[in-house]
């Protein structure tokens, strides 16, 4: 059985959310009904049957992170990693590589996305080739990656916030990766902000014809801004 990593990327900060109900740490260790945000990720990702997981953490907060982790999960294999600058969500990525046993799979997971049903269902891990991101249809799609279909609702290209509309269908912050990923983003330029962005990543797999999507049906909730997190609140 190939083994399947749960990667979290928990190192943004989160400048949003700096004054949220006193926080005056990291996003990610926002109290969510009585445990962090980052624990109760981990309890999600549990629950679709991880067994093993690594958490990218950034340099101001690292020891915090673990220690919130290691008090809330005391029996299972987690490996945390830097991410040393904040240069993208791909290049944080990348820090998962040595920890990550050959011929495994990698399902990566921003910190902050929470999902109503399980959306890895129905995936072959057994058999899986390439890469996999999920969509859902949203009122917003300037404000996320889009993907665009054709008439015979075959992926043929994914566009990062457009300012003009493109499809309703925003790719949320869940992805599914053979180990070549790694070397995918060894390939990578830094975007026009200076960073590897995952939606260029998932582009060189399509590139390569090895991108697959799912469509998802049940709630998501990026938890980036107050709002949202009162109704991830609300929701679990």
Not at 99 to 107: C, E, G, P, R
């Amino acid at each position: 059985m190939r083994k399947n990593y749960a990667v979290i990327a928990a190192g943004g900060l989160g400048t949003r959310l700096k004054n949220f109900k006193d926080n005056l740490h990291t996003k990610v260790l926002i109290d969510i009904d009585g445990m962090s945000m980052i624990s109760t990720q981990i309890n999600q990702l549990k629950s679709w049957g991880f067994l093993d997981f690594v958490v990218i953490t950034n340099p101001d907060f690292h020891d915090l992170i673990v220690n919130d982790i290691k008090q809330n999960h005391r029996n299972l294999n987690i490996s945390f990693v830097v991410q040393d600058q904040p240069k993208g969500i791909a290049h944080a990525l990348s820090f998962a590589e040595s920890k990550v046993d050959d011929d495994s799979l990698v399902t990566f997971i921003l910190g902050d996305n929470f999902f109503g049903e399980n959306p890895l269902e129905g995936i072959d891990f057994k058999n899986f080739k390439g890469s996999q991101i999920f969509a859902i249809n949203v009122n917003n799609p300037d404000e996320f990656g889009v993907m665009e279909l054709d008439r015979d609702n075959n992926l043929i290209n994914i566009h990062e916030k457009p300012k003009e509309f493109i499809s309703s269908l925003a790719v949320v912050g869940v992805y599914i990766y053979e180990k070549t990923c790694f070397e995918f983003i060894k390939q990578l330029n830094p975007s026009a902000r200076g960073e590897l962005e995952i939606t260029d990543l998932n582009k060189l797999y399509l590139t390569n014809n090895l991108l697959n999507y799912s469509i998802i049906n049940s709630w998501w909730i990026d938890a980036g801004t107050e709002e949202r997190i009162k109704k991830l609140k609300k929701l679990i």
